[in-house]
């Protein structure tokens, strides 16, 4: 986790002046929901992947494998477009 001291170490205007720097950023820490996905009933389709606007669905060799949940940020989307419903939002615990 990227630890600021204060407001004024921040970039003006927040501007990315560093290609690449949101995986030094752990934004799943306010989230209120948390994506769970129940495997057996998975088919693999990958729309949530498609989706996801936080590239929070970890795939290999064509299959989802697990969620970065370090960056989900909770907004439910991936549940939505699940078309066999295997993904569900529950309430983060963290």
Not at 43 to 62: A, F, G, K, R
Not at 68 to 77: A, E
Request: charged fraction near 25%; glycine fraction near 6%; include cysteine.
């Amino acid at each position: 986790m990227v630890n600021i001291a204060n407001y004024q170490d921040l970039i003006i205007g927040s501007r990315v002046i560093e290609p690449g720097n949101s995986e030094k950023f752990n934004t799943g820490d306010w989230r209120s929901m948390c994506p769970v996905v129940d495997t057996s009933m998975c088919i693999d389709c990958l729309t949530c992947w498609v989706y996801c606007p936080d590239d929070c669905v970890i795939v290999e060799d064509s299959k989802l494998v697990g969620l970065k949940t370090s960056h989900c940020k909770g907004c439910g989307i991936c549940a939505k477009v699940c078309p066999k419903k295997a993904i569900v939002m529950k309430e983060d615990v963290q």
